[in-house]
């Protein structure tokens, strides 16, 4: 996971927007349904990511699919839901 967040090619879908994201939801008075489906699908949203492609999110939602079916985590659909949820949001933070 390191490693596919720390590739130059990432542009801001790198490992400090990772540390944004937590540090959003650590602020958030929202409390998630599944907070382990929302950790997961934070971390797993850009894993797969290249800017030449339209379809990152599904290609990220299938990763995460595939390294958590070896599991007995029960939210995979939730998490995957979460991730292709993603698809619209696609803004540059500002890190200011």
């Known amino acids: 996971m390191k490693k596919s967040y720390s590739q130059i090619s990432r542009s801001y879908h790198d490992l400090e927007r990772l ?8 602020n958030s008075e929202t409390i998630p349904i599944c907070e382990n489906a ?14 030449t492609r339209k379809d990152n999110e599904c290609k990220s939602a299938q990763v995460l699919e595939k390294h ?11 998490c995957k839901d ?6 619209t949001s696609q803004k540059k933070p500002d890190r200011s």
Request: hydrophobic share 50%; aromatic share 16%.
């Open 19 to 26: 540390q944004f994201m937590f540090k959003e939801l650590e």
């Open 38 to 51: 929302l950790v997961l699908s934070i971390f797993y949203h850009d894993i797969v990511f290249d800017a």
């Open 68 to 78: 958590l079916s070896k599991t007995s985590f029960n939210n995979i659909k939730l």
């Open 82 to 87: 979460q991730i292709i949820a993603t698809t």
